[in-house]
């Protein structure tokens, strides 16, 4: 077992995505009170929180705004805290999708083509179906599908509650996949079948809407090929220590890159710990490599050993 640490769990935020982010990090600091670690879960409420007198670490369970896009990462690192998983410029590349899609198409990465839309578009820019998003939402909070050009208005709507201006996509058909990233390395494929629409809000946290595969059954090469997109995607937005890379996989078996969670649900049922228990990696066991990679890029020698 490893040395223990006194670890500080932030969760809740003022995003979005707060429920889940509390889910995120309860299941965390459970995890890690198992591997025999001394945990604070702080609830965080606004941009002023405290942490406790004594911490060698947080982890960060924050999803969304002022979670992944570099805010709360900046003021860890003006506090001279340690912290896990992205820095403050990958976080907020990954955040922002329009940045993320440029960071593709400069590195080569593939991903559907698409567009930036404002509240005086008034119609789209593509042949529909085409997928209306926020740029910087995650959880497909605010995402609409638009498959008749009368629905374009209603969806840039619900876009635009959210952020402005708002990223539209050509969509594609195909299979629905994500691939964690865990160092250096791409875990095994997961594939995600919901059993009614697409992987909305709702299919993603209701119990028994959507099932999951792991690893993928995919067709010879396609594995690869899909792993090697997520990791170029990964390294792409200088994104370090952990993430999971939604993919879509076309009817030709080319991977479209849609885009990258820095911080993505880290329950015992989520996907990246599936997929790190597909390599027989455990949840406290992942929590754990998650701390201890990070503490290898940020935390110096005396923090390395101590997981």
Request: hydrophobic residues 40%.
């Given at each position: 077992?490893?040395e223990?640490?006194?670890i500080t769990?932030?969760e809740?935020g003022?995003s979005a995505e707060?429920e889940?982010?509390l ?6 600091a459970a ?9 604070t879960?702080?609830?965080v409420?606004?941009?002023?929180f405290?942490?406790?007198a ?5 982890f960060?369970a924050?999803?969304g705004t ?10 860890l690192?003006g ?7 992205c820095g ?8 922002d999708k ?8 400069a590195a080569?990465?593939?991903t559907?083509e ?10 789209p820019p ?6 209306v ?7 497909s ?8 050009a ?8 619900e876009?635009?509650?959210?952020d402005?201006?708002?990223l539209?996509?050509?969509?594609i ?7 964690g ?8 494929v ?8 697409f992987?909305d809000y709702a299919?993603k946290?209701?119990a028994?809407r959507?099932e ?8 010879e090469?396609a594995?690869e090929?899909?792993?090697r997109?997520?990791?170029?995607a990964?390294?792409a937005?200088g ?5 999971r890379?939604d ?14 969670n820095t911080?993505?649900?880290?329950t015992?049922t989520s ?6 228990a597909?390599?027989g990696?455990?949840?406290?066991a992942?929590c ?13 020698a005396?923090?390395?050993r101590k997981?």
């Amino acid at each position: 077992m490893s040395e223990p640490m006194r670890i500080t769990v932030l969760e809740g935020g003022i995003s979005a995505e707060r429920e889940v982010s509390l889910r995120t990090g309860s299941a965390v600091a459970a995890a890690l009170r198992g591997q025999g670690h001394e945990v604070t879960e702080v609830v965080v409420e606004s941009e002023d929180f405290r942490l406790p007198a004594r911490c060698d670490v947080v982890f960060n369970a924050l999803h969304g705004t002022f979670g992944e896009d570099g805010e709360v990462q900046r003021i860890l690192e003006g506090r001279g805290v340690p912290y896990t998983g992205c820095g403050i410029d990958s976080s907020a590349r990954a955040f922002d999708k329009l940045a993320s899609k440029r960071a593709f198409v400069a590195a080569g990465v593939p991903t559907p083509e698409f567009a930036v839309c404002g509240p005086q578009t008034d119609r789209p820019p593509f042949d529909v179906p085409l997928v209306v998003k926020p740029p910087r939402q995650g959880s497909s909070v605010g995402v609409t599908r638009v498959t008749e050009a009368a629905q374009w208005g209603a969806a840039l709507r619900e876009a635009l509650r959210f952020d402005d201006p708002v990223l539209v996509e050509k969509m594609i058909f195909g299979r629905e996949l994500t691939v964690g990233i865990l160092g250096e390395d791409a875990l095994p494929v997961i594939e995600i079948v919901p059993r009614e629409g697409f992987y909305d809000y709702a299919n993603k946290y209701t119990a028994g809407r959507t099932e999951y595969l792991c690893p993928a059954s995919l067709p010879e090469g396609a594995t690869e090929r899909v792993q090697r997109a997520a990791l170029a995607a990964h390294r792409a937005l200088g994104c370090e220590v952990y993430s999971r890379v939604d993919v879509l996989l076309d009817r030709d078996g080319s991977p479209s890159v849609l885009e990258v969670n820095t911080i993505p649900g880290m329950t015992a049922t989520s996907l990246l710990p599936k997929a790190a228990a597909a390599v027989g990696i455990s949840f406290g066991a992942l929590c754990e490599r998650i701390i201890a990679i990070s503490l290898a890029l940020r935390g110096g020698a005396d923090s390395r050993r101590k997981l």
